[in-house]
């Protein structure tokens, strides 16, 4: 697992930005796996950047995302597919029918069949992730075992918390998603993790521990062969990590 760390939240989507920069270059015609949550949103407005003023060419570019939240419809402003739209897909040469986000709403059973063909078709170039406070990719939260494929998840009690942020009120926040299970995640052939805001537990847990957790599944990174992760200085002073 390759570790970087970055001055700041600026040079973390600026490194972050180069490794799907480079992907793109050499691949033009790959499937990006791509995440939501305030983490990326630096580095999709690098991207967008580099479409719009360096040429960066999407135009032949296919992407699924990670998860989306149950019972959101996809015109709802926090809806996983606005946030994509809003935050990078409008802003690249991108062809939207070329993006996958599952789908919210509907029969939960038959869109998980829709995500996992979508998902066993895919052969996924880079995979950005996020993650949660309590460890969680895509929404695969702790638990005692994880799943391989797509598949549907009660959210903790301390994503619903994490994540009210975006919502009128903590009500309003979805119980349910549907996410990549940990077997599609750790597929792609390259892994991303670009890291902000108050994850010190997790770093601490994927950082300064040997041990692969269920119960963290960020651990699980330090089994894929190609994985970067990139954090901030401050943080990594934070937990005691000095690379
Ligand atoms: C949500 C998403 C995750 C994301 C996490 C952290 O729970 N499902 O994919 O990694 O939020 O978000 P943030 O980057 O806003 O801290």
Redesign the pocket.
Known sequence: MKVIIAENYQQVSSLAADVIEQVVRQEPECTLGL?????PVGMYQELARRCREEGLDFSKVHSVN??EYVGLEPTHDQSYRYFMDDNLFNHINIDKANTYVAKGVGDVEENLREFNAVLDKADIAVQV????PDG?L??NEPGETLYDGAHKEVLDES?IDA?QRFFASRDDVPRYAVTMGMGNIMRARKLLMVV??KKQEAMKALLLSDRIDPKCPVTFLRLHRDATVILEKSLADEIGYKG
């Not at 995440?35 to 983490?39: E, I, P, R, V």
């Open positions: 995440a939501t949550g305030s983490s990670l998860d992730l996020g993650v949660g969680h895509g929404f994503t994540n902000s805001g």
